[in-house]
């Protein structure tokens, strides 16, 4: 017979944005079972790049993108690309991921993200007042390289922009960037984004997260959630041989999280935008800051005794086994950024939960406050993770105007 469980604040995910939740739920004095059939933080908060980059307000959709699409799409060395047997799939995503490159919507969907990343930083720096964290943060910036004149002509547009929201950023000389990053190839010219952080591991920053949130009382029960029934009184969820009964819910199941939304009553595009990750193990970095050239489309960032290259898009399905064609690609680039590099330690592959206007679903389901949604932040979910937290935090406790979620109701599409 399946246990039972009863408990105030279910939590699906234990990633970074449900460990934020779930720690400050705790921390208010809330009972809270956060499940996850993984160990906490083993999914995209594992393997990304580790940025806490509040300069980050462009969406993946732009007119830019939009204009090279059909060529990124279908050139396997590109960025942004799809495995073409999953195209009949991702069809409808790419179709409304194509409107949204429009100038209207690309505008709308870059106030709305940079109206969320003012407040990123200043909520990680909270969490590291209820988690031990601050040592993990490193605060160098992080830089944007350009291989050519034309790509560094071109940035300065995007450097206005930026500077329009108050976005720190310092426009660098080859030579100013040979004094910061003196490993670094010769670039045409560089973009410093002084004002982000990264995190020496991000692996590790999330263990500390559900330790803290377990010290404040926080449940985790190791399970995968299939079946999301509503009641009277809150919510059933069937979690292999667990029942849980929750007053609420907060879905934070990352790029599984629409099966579970749909059965909360909101069909929300989401896919994977699946990227990839090569480690090296080394005593002796390179670069003491996350480094982007941008010619390549992905981060190189030094964690602790190790470089990380991440980043890049490939559109599959969920389940699709990683692309050793990408691993080389990036493994490749890497070595010409710094020859000498020794044998690759670690390869990994992970889903940034993607909606197609960038922007997160964050808010009541449309049924009703027993279901939240806590997913969706695609590029950048390690950077809103903790401002989510605050926000859902919020709306629990009637302190979030609901006029504040509006860019990211579920119900937008
Ligand atoms: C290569 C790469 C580089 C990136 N670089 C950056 C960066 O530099 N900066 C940045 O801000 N962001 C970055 N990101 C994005 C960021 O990592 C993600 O947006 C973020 O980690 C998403 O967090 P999450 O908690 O929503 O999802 P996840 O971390 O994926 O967590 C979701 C959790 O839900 C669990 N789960 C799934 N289904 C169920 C179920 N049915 N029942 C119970 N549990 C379930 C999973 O096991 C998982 O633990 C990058 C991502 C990638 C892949």
Same mark, same amino acid.
């Given at each position: ?56 307000? #462009? ?17 396997? =060395? ?17 179709? !409304? ?13 870059? !106030? ?37 004149? /034309?790509?560094?002509?071109? /940035? ?32 045409? &010219?560089?973009?410093?984004?002084? #004002? +982000?952080?990264?995190? +020496?591991?991000?692996?590790?920053? @999330? ?6 949130? @377990? ?11 299939? &079946?999301?029934? *509503? =009641? ?29 939304? *749909?059965?909360?009553?909101? %069909? ?5 935008? %699946? ?12 670069? +003491? *800051?996350?480094?982007? %050239? ?71 389901? +449309? &049924? ?46």
């Amino acid at each position: 017979m399946a246990s039972q469980i009863r408990t105030e604040t279910a939590i699906i995910g234990a990633g970074i944005v449900g460990l934020s939740c779930a720690l400050r739920l705790a921390e208010a004095g809330h009972d809270v079972t956060m499940i996850d059939p993984a160990a906490p933080g083993s999914g995209a908060s594992y393997g990304n790049a580790s940025s806490i980059s509040p300069h980050a307000i #462009g969406p993946v959709g732009s007119p830019a993108v939009l204009k090279n699409l059909p060529n990124l799409l279908f050139n396997r =060395e590109s960025p942004l690309s799809i495995r073409l047997p999953y195209l009949p799939l991702l069809a409808p995503w790419l179709l !409304r991921f194509t409107a949204q490159c429009l100038p209207q919507a690309y505008e709308r969907n870059l !106030r709305a993200m940079a109206e969320l990343q003012t407040q990123s930083k200043a909520a990680w720096y909270d969490l590291a007042e209820r988690a031990p964290l601050r040592d993990l943060f490193i605060e160098r910036g992080v830089l944007y390289a350009y291989a050519n004149q /034309a790509a560094f002509s071109a /940035a300065q547009k995007d450097v206005a922009l930026r500077r329009s929201y108050g976005i720190e950023q310092n426009v660098l000389t080859p030579t100013e960037v040979k004094e910061l990053e003196p490993n670094l190839p010769a670039c045409a &010219g560089a973009v410093h984004h002084a #004002g +982000s952080i990264h995190l +020496s591991d991000p692996g590790l920053a @999330t263990q500390r997260l559900a330790i803290a949130a @377990t010290e404040r009382g926080a449940r985790l029960l190791t399970a995968r959630v299939d &079946g999301l029934v *509503r =009641e009277k009184d809150g919510v059933r969820l069937h979690a292999q041989d667990t029942v849980i009964h929750a007053r609420r819910v907060i879905i934070a199941a990352g790029a599984h999280s629409a099966a579970l939304a *749909r059965q909360a009553g909101d %069909r929300i595009p989401l896919v994977a935008h %699946r990227g990839y990750h090569v480690e090296f193990d080394m005593e002796e970095l390179p670069i +003491s *800051r996350p480094v982007h %050239r941008t010619h390549l489309g992905y981060y190189m960032t030094p964690l602790e005794g190790r470089l990380r290259a991440a980043g890049t898009v490939e559109l599959a399905s969920n389940e699709a086994p990683p692309s050793q064609h990408r691993f080389d690609q990036i493994e490749r680039g890497t070595r010409e950024t710094f020859p000498g590099l020794p044998p690759v330690s670690r390869r990994w592959m992970g889903l940034r939960p993607a909606l197609p206007d960038s922007l997160p679903v964050i808010g009541p389901s +449309s &049924g009703g406050a027993d279901v939240i949604y806590a997913f969706g932040h695609g590029h950048v979910g390690m950077t809103l993770g903790p401002i989510t937290a605050q926000l859902i935090m919020g709306l629990i406790q009637g302190n979030t105007e609901p006029e504040v979620l509006r860019h990211f109701r579920p119900t937008r599409f």
